[in-house]
């Protein structure tokens, strides 16, 4: 067990996470019924309010804090329980975090800022959204600092040891999002805070759309490694087993720093300002990630067949139906996998070039990212929910929780399949996104859109009610674990923080060389994003005066 | 580092896959012009309604088998003087700005799927096989009125 006041900020971060997580599932609820004309909205509440409160919420408050009360946990267990500096920092780490998301949540309730979560200039919110947003981020920044500092203190203490691999992955992450915040960082304070406080009248647009989108793509793998860490390192002890490879871990980690940031453009496909040359580029290193992605894939297999095998399982197949299903701790985080097949070869499809326009801001981007963040990160999320509250308040994950977890696993599936295929189908007939329901004044092909049995407004809201069902029955557990279920006094009632065993024997010293990967990541972001920003500002056009259009 | 020698073989057949991926698309964009919307021509977002071609929105014929058609996007419709009319099996030039804020022009059932960033102006090269009535679209958010930005083209 460790230390309690690392457990009270771990759980004070996934408080915080889960109480976003509450206010953006029931934001999305009322979006499904308000595109389903089923409900319309008082005077005072807007669509897009509520939209840029979901993507907020759920994009990046639930799934940063929760990143971040789990990395703590990870770190405490693995490399020792923090000191009081780092335990300092991390509190004003965590409170500059949260200052900054009640901010910007003030600003979209308060109807300042229905700018959405990408906050595209020159629609001006508030310049107090903006603020919120900068504060979030650099809360973020404080309570990584804390991190690196007692993983810097485990390595000196520790001299030519590789670190434990979970404290190696959470490193690479924050890594990742240190060089990836820079570009938003740039944006806001150098650009958005001096317009929206009128100290300039003007902003570069599209220069603003770059330095977004030079942090927006490696935002979701900020996301996504945590899930990735909860594959390598918690899956292989739920199945009995060891990490398959720990250098092929590590590895593929440090792949993903170099190829998650200089890859921006391809989410500006079908705008100008930017060469084709540099474009495709960017798409070439995006689907570098590949690479990674496919070695995650081998190992997570490699590790159940070998769990499976070691089991009894006979045979070609035998082995997958030896492996845990009835552990909802495994089987979660089993169904979030398989649903990232669909969402890794969608992703796929949006970063092929010109294959974009055919998808680029319609309804399949919103399903793409409901199978993406939506499930695979999510729902691992919720399968670590299940062992890590209760690990941190010493409580039993009691038999009725485990089958109530089943049940809020299987809706979610459920609602996700039904949500998002509807939301892949009508973006290719060619219904857009972020848009409140509308007929186009009853033009035929609207009406051809949403004619099907999938491709209905109908599937989209059933799909979104059992997912919002699902969401309460979470919040539900996550109550209970957290304050009510009965104390574990029993050893065989305490839960476990399962970390699998990971042989380094063989994992080569430079892989943990971080100047390395820091080096070669700085030389591709160079690479990708030199030239083609020089000449963005060097031939930029007069600036766009700021509007608010809501 | 030890490599599994299943894993060696399923890394190669993903890395020679994803080489001849890149390939055909590279291929298609670079030496068949397949790529998506795009141009380098900036524009003063205060000035869209004096400057060229943009003072006289809407289409304009070329030569005997281009069409140019200029589009100004703006919260929340496109500036046409009439209705939009161009034939089938010529190309249609797209030349697109905003003069507000970020919109796109998206016509439905086609590869047209422009962004309109003011300052910037966005072009797309598009030769329309069927004729009827399409419908034009905004797909980027842009305000209260986003879902009521739309308009029409006919291909005759």
């Known amino acids: 067990m460790i230390a309690a006041q690392d457990r009270k900020l771990a759980l004070s971060n996934i408080g915080v996470a889960y109480t976003a997580f509450l206010l953006g599932t029931l934001c999305g609820l009322l979006q499904v019924f308000i595109r389903n004309d089923a409900i319309q909205l008082p005077a005072w509440l807007d669509y897009y309010q509520i939209l840029t409160a979901h993507g907020v919420l759920l994009a990046l408050i639930f799934t940063t804090f929760f990143i971040f009360g789990f990395f703590v946990t990870g770190m405490s267990k693995s490399l020792g329980n923090f000191g009081p500096k780092v335990r300092l920092v991390s509190w004003i780490g965590f409170w500059v975090t949260v200052i900054g998301t009640v901010l910007a949540t003030a600003m979209i309730v308060s109807g300042e800022a229905s700018v959405l979560y990408t906050f595209y200039a020159p629609l001006k919110a508030s310049g107090w959204y903006y603020v919120g947003l900068a504060l979030f981020v650099v809360g973020t920044w404080i309570s990584s600092f804390a991190l690196v500092s ?65 942090f927006g793509h490696p935002l979701v793998y900020f996301w996504l490694l945590p899930a990735y860490m909860a594959w390598y390192v918690i899956v292989p002890k ?19 720093i170099l190829f998650s940031i200089p890859v921006g453009f391809h989410h500006q496909l079908t705008e100008p300002g930017i060469s084709n040359f540099w474009k495709f580029l960017q798409v070439m290193l995006t689907f570098m990630v590949i690479i990674p992605s496919l070695m995650t894939a081998f190992s997570m297999f490699a590790t159940f067949e070998t769990a ?14 030896k492996l845990p299903w009835k552990d909802i701790r495994f089987t979660s985080i089993f169904v979030a996998m398989a649903f990232f097949i669909p969402g890794g070869a969608g992703g796929i499809i949006n970063a092929s070039f010109q294959l974009n326009e055919v998808v680029h801001n319609t309804l399949w981007v919103v399903g793409h990212f409901h199978i993406t963040v939506g499930t695979p990160v999510a729902m691992t999320f919720m399968g670590l929910t299940f062992w890590l509250i209760p690990y941190l308040t010493g409580r039993k994950f009691t038999k009725a929780m485990q089958k109530l977890g ?12 039904m949500m998002s295929t509807a939301q ?23 009406l051809e859109w949403f004619d099907g049995i999938i491709s209905s407004h109908v599937t989209m809201a059933i799909g979104g009610s059992i997912l919002f069902l699902s969401a309460m029955l979470l919040i539900y557990i996550v109550v209970m674990t957290m304050f009510l279920s009965p104390k574990a006094v029993k050893e065989k009632d305490m839960v476990e923080f399962p970390m699998a065993e990971s042989g380094k024997a063989s994992t080569p010293k430079f892989l943990e060389n971080w100047w390395i990967w820091i080096g070669i990541a700085f030389a591709l972001i160079f690479i990708a994003y030199a030239i083609p920003l020089g000449d963005m500002i060097q031939h930029a056009p007069p600036g766009a005066e700021g509007l608010k259009t809501w | 580092m030890h490599f599994h020698k299943y894993e060696k073989i399923w890394l190669v057949f993903g890395i020679v896959a994803l080489t001849i991926f890149l390939g055909v698309v590279g291929v298609s964009a670079f030496s068949h012009d397949h790529t998506p919307a795009g141009g380098m021509h900036t524009i003063d977002p205060k000035k869209v309604n004096e400057t060229a071609p943009f003072d006289k929105p809407g289409v304009t014929q070329l030569d005997d088998d281009t069409y140019q058609v200029a589009i100004v996007a703006m919260a929340f419709g496109y500036t046409t003087p009439e209705k939009l009319r161009v034939p089938a099996g010529k190309e249609i030039v797209f030349h697109v700005t905003s003069s507000d804020v970020v919109h796109s022009f998206t016509i439905d059932n086609t590869k047209v799927n422009m962004m309109a960033v003011p300052g910037q102006i966005t072009m797309k090269s598009y030769t329309f096989t069927e004729p009827g009535k399409y419908l034009i679209l905004c797909n980027e958010y842009c305000g209260t009125g986003h879902h009521m930005m739309f308009n029409e083209i006919e291909v005759y």
């Open chain 1, 406 to 417: 089943f049940v809020q696993i299987v809706t979610w599936s459920v609602g996700m399949l």
């Open chain 1, 308 to 321: 499976g095998r070691k089991n009894g399982g006979k045979g070609l197949f035998g082995w997958f139906t």
């Open chain 1, 238 to 256: 739920l199945v009995g087993t060891t990490v398959f490879s720990d250098s092929l871990a590590r590895l593929s980690f440090v792949l993903f």
């Open chain 1, 424 to 446: 892949h189908v009508l973006g290719l007939l060619g219904a857009p996104r972020r848009t409140a329901f509308s007929s186009y004044n009853n033009h035929a092909s609207t």
């Open chain 1, 150 to 214: 007692h993983y810097m203190v485990w390595r000196k203490t520790n001299k030519g040891q590789l670190s434990p691999l979970f404290a190696f992955m959470t490193i690479t992450t924050i890594i990742l999002w240190l060089i990836a915040c820079l570009g938003v960082v740039a944006t806001v304070l150098f650009q958005y805070i001096p317009w929206t406080f009128g100290w300039v009248d003007t902003i570069d647009v599209e220069l603003s759309r770059s330095l977004f989108w030079y």
